[in-house]
């Protein structure tokens, strides 16, 4: 069984900074990939900013004001948020690719409950 827990979010105003947690937890053998999506509403959910393995992935939108990290020893990433905008405003869900044996069959994506985030004007 495993679980992935985010963490933060909340409330700001534009120019502001917020840090997301997400934790993955359980019967864990390898994690593939981790990371963050968002979802406004009336809109699809999108990539924020992800590791696969050692690369990490940005939406354009994001660039130069998020920032993903991670420490593999708590199976945690984090996700700096500074210079926020309104636009910004979604439910942000934490995503890991995780193995629970290693056999490539138990390999599976679980996301999280999500957390809101809204950036006021």
């Known amino acids: 069984q495993v679980q992935v827990v985010e963490s933060g979010g909340g409330l700001m105003q534009a120019g502001g900074s917020l840090r997301l947690s997400c934790a993955a937890s359980g019967s864990i053998v390898v994690i593939a990939a981790m990371g963050w999506y968002r979802q406004a509403p009336g809109k699809q959910r999108e990539l924020v900013a992800r590791f696969t393995g050692d690369s990490t992935n940005y939406a354009d939108s994001v660039k130069g004001r998020f920032t993903i990290s991670r420490d593999n020893a708590k199976n945690t990433v984090y996700l700096q948020m500074n210079n926020l905008k309104p636009e910004d405003t979604a439910v942000y869900y934490c995503?890991?690719?995780?193995?629970?044996?290693?056999?490539?069959?138990?390999?599976?994506?679980?996301w999280g409950q999500g957390t809101q985030v809204t950036v006021s004007s």
């Open positions: 995503y890991a690719d995780i193995r629970t044996t290693f056999s490539s069959s138990s390999r599976r994506a679980y």
